[in-house]
């Protein structure tokens, strides 16, 4: 748990931001058990026209990309000079189970990299890294962890690799019962990991909206296995868990979700979904070309809820160039 004294402080100019991250990933099956092999990249051609709907409302995208993705050519060819030329990021994101070196036992556990041995972890990251790098003729500063898997060892991997923001912590959430990491206590605000190598924490944004909100934390894991508890008090305005993404969220929802960051002075919401999500059929949150539509609909009232809010988008550059050492 961070102390006071660990919170990034920003220059005052920098106000209150947003980043849209985005899970760049192989497609597979989330119902079934993860393997090496039964994936596609069949929705890659696809982020040509996320890039181009961002760059038509100026927003520069973070795109978290894993092994898989980072082999496939077209990724390059879409994103490439968008990446070169500033209106798009690469970042890493790793998914053990299809990053080479494949030293370890596939399984559950193993899927967090964070659990791996720490020398098998770091070559796994450096190996993705290196690729991503070669791909897209930068270096990535970002990272993410798979299944938001990090564990002892990452913080040293990351600062000694040069990144500068880890954004795995998905506060409010608890990964344990499957052998992930617990993030529910954590805070919202991004933090240093490792204040001398200029390594901070950006987390995503999750936040509890409700009449008894401020004993969400307290209250909601004690739900976890009443679901329909939860759902009753979310209809009755009493207690609801939102994070700040279009799966499984309506904007209705994401939109109380903003005001909740704002009213609790979160400098920095941070936006995600997976990269599969933007080809019907490849996620259960977007089944067919109306869902796709509504999809992208979400994004623009979410964006235009934004601008109204005073909120501007940034990116990896600004933050690291407005976080105060």
């Known amino acids: 748990m961070p102390k006071d004294t660990d919170f990034v402080r920003f220059d005052p100019a920098f106000g209150t931001r947003f980043v849209l991250t985005i899970d760049t990933e192989e497609e597979f099956d989330w119902s079934k058990p993860l393997d090496r092999t039964s994936h596609g990249l069949d929705h890659v051609p ?3 026209k996320f890039q181009q709907f961002c760059e038509g409302l ?7 990309i894993d092994y898989p993705v980072a082999n496939d050519p077209r990724a390059a ?21 299809v990053s080479p070196p494949h030293d370890e036992t596939l399984n559950v556990h193993n ?27 930068t270096a990535p500063l970002i990272y993410r962890a798979g299944r938001y898997g990090i564990g002892p060892a990452t913080a040293s991997i990351l600062s000694e690799c040069g990144v500068a923001i880890d954004t795995s912590v998905r506060s409010r959430f608890d990964y344990s019962a499957s052998g992930g990491p617990n993030f529910r206590d954590l805070p919202l605000r991004p933090w240093w990991i490792d204040k001398r190598d200029g390594l901070i924490e950006m987390p995503l944004t999750t936040v509890f909206w409700g009449l008894l909100r401020k004993q969400g934390q307290r209250i909601y894991p004690a739900l976890w296995r009443v679901p329909r508890l ?23 929802e994401a939109i109380k979700g903003i005001d909740m960051a704002l009213d609790d002075q979160v400098p920095i919401l941070v936006f995600s979904f997976h990269s599969p999500s933007l080809r019907p059929g490849l996620t259960p949150y977007v089944r067919d070309e109306t869902a796709l539509d509504e999809f992208y609909d979400w994004w623009r009232g979410v964006f235009a809820y934004l601008a109204k809010r005073g909120v501007k988008p940034t990116h990896v550059s600004e933050i690291i160039a407005a976080a105060q050492v």
């Open 230 to 252: 939860r759902g009753a008090l979310a209809r009755l305005g009493l207690l609801e868990r939102i994070p700040l993404t279009p799966e499984g969220v309506t904007l209705e």
């Open 58 to 64: 100026n927003i520069v995208p973070i795109y978290l």
């Open 77 to 97: 060819e879409v994103l490439g000079e968008a990446v070169k030329a500033g209106r798009a990021e690469v970042g890493v994101q790793l998914h053990p189970w």
């Open 46 to 48: 696809r982020l040509a």
């Open 111 to 137: 899927s967090f990299a964070g659990n791996l041995p720490a020398e098998l972890e770091r070559a796994k990251f450096r190996k993705l890294r290196d690729t991503i790098e070669h791909a897209f003729g």
